[in-house]
């Protein structure tokens, strides 16, 4: 079977409270684990995007606007849609593993973490795309029940 979700690449959740998020795979496990015998990924991804910056905003509604929330999950492949885009985060993979989820605090550490590697990309004007909401969800079209 070829690896579709490698380190890097970018999926968009389909499945639970982040569904139509972007999210970049950390590290994936193909076999599944002891207490998920299933084949799932660790993502970091972005739960609020940043907002639209004008000429004329100052700079301190400029750097409010500019803020990203990040969230890290432990993700099912099939509720994993692969992109062909991939993110180069060197700081990412060290940053969060299967024992971050275990103690609330490692969990937050690497949060802290992971904004931080996400908002200097943004800064930098690195991977736009990546920091905006899809289209569809924008619109309202987020399920398919009335």
């Known amino acids: 079977m070829v ?3 490698k380190p890097g690449k970018v999926a968009i959740v389909l499945a639970g409270r982040q569904a ?5 795979v ?8 002891k207490e998920r015998p299933y084949p799932h990924a660790i993502v970091a991804g972005v739960e609020r995007y940043p907002l639209k910056v004008t000429k004329r905003m100052g700079s301190k509604k ?34 969060v593993g299967s ?10 550490d690497a949060k ?21 909401p899809l289209r569809m969800w924008i619109y309202g079209f987020k399920g398919t029940h009335s």
């Open 62 to 95: 400029v750097a409010k606007r500019s803020k990203v929330k990040p969230f890290i999950k432990v993700v099912n492949y099939s509720h994993l849609f692969p992109t062909r885009y991939a993110l180069e985060l060197e700081g990412l993979k060290g940053s």
């Open 26 to 33: 950390i590290k994936q496990l193909d076999e599944g684990t």
């Open 20 to 24: 139509g998020k972007k999210v970049v």
């Open 112 to 132: 802290k973490v992971i904004k931080k590697q996400l908002e200097e990309r943004y800064q930098g004007g690195k991977n736009k795309w990546f920091f905006q």
């Open 99 to 108: 024992e971050t989820f275990k103690e609330p605090s490692q969990r937050e």
């Open 3 to 5: 690896r579709v979700y």
